[in-house]
C-alpha cells in the first residue's frame, strides 16, 4: 500500500534513524500546518512531477532532542521550520517561524532537483525554499508568510554545506531552468 504524503512527513525518521523508538506525535496546531504542507506544497509535486521521498520532515520535540543529540549536523531546528509549532522541554516554541518544512527528492529527478525548484517557484506559493544542488533533496517550507524566500546552500569540500547566495524570485525561473 502507497503511504501517504503525510504518513511520510511523520515517518522518515524510520529510513534515517530506525534506531530511534520515541515518537513523533504532532500537537494539533502542528498537525495542521503539516497538512497544509503537504495540500499546499507536497502534493501538488507529486501530482505533476512523480513520488515524493521525505528524507527529513516533521520533528516532534523527542524526535528533535533524539537528532541533536546523535547527528545535528547541518540542522537548524530555530528556524528550519521542521518542527512545525512544537514546544522545547521549557516550554518555549523550538521554531520561531510558523508553518512547516521538509526535505524532498522526486522519483525521476534525483539528479534533476533544479527543475523541481523551477517548478515550485513557478506554481506553488512557498515560504522558503533552500536549494543544495541538482543532485540533493530540496527544503521546501510552507507557512503564513509565504516569503518565497530561496537560498542556495553549497557544500564545501569538507561535506560542511553553508549557505551561498540569496536568488532574487525574478530570476529564480532562469537560474533553476540553466543549473546543472
Known amino acids: 500500500m502507497k503511504r501517504t504524503i503525510y504518513d511520510k512527513l511523520i515517518h522518515w ?12 506525535t504532532p500537537s494539533s496546531d502542528s498537525n495542521k500546518s503539516l497538512k497544509e504542507l503537504a495540500h499546499h506544497i507536497l502534493e501538488p509535486i507529486e501530482a505533476e512531477l512523480g513520488e515524493i521521498t521525505v528524507s527529513y520532515g516533521f520533528n516532534s520535540s523527542e524526535l528533535n532532542r533524539y537528532v541533536q543529540r546523535v547527528n545535528a549536523r547541518d540542522t537548524g531546528p530555530k528556524e528550519d521550520q521542521h518542527a512545525a509549532h512544537e514546544l522545547n522541554l521549557a516550554g518555549k516554541r523550538i ?5 512547516a518544512a ?5 522519483e525521476g529527478y534525483e539528479d534533476k532537483m533544479n527543475l523541481v525548484a523551477k517548478f515550485i517557484i513557478e ?3 512557498f515560504d522558503r525554499l533552500y536549494y543544495y544542488g541538482p543532485d540533493r533533496p530540496i527544503h521546501i517550507s510552507f507557512g503564513p508568510e509565504h516569503s518565497r524566500y ?11 554545506r553553508v549557505l551561498g547566495k540569496v536568488i532574487k524570485l525574478a530570476n529564480a525561473s532562469d537560474y533553476f531552468a540553466n543549473e546543472s
Open 150 to 160: 530561496i537560498q542556495y546552500r553549497r557544500t564545501r569540500e569538507d561535506g560542511k
Open 102 to 106: 521538509a526535505d524532498v527528492w522526486v
Open 95 to 99: 521554531c520561531t517561524r510558523d508553518g
Open 123 to 125: 506554481q506553488l506559493p
Open 13 to 24: 525518521h524510520r529510513q534515517s534513524h530506525p534506531e530511534y523508538t520515541g515518537s513523533n
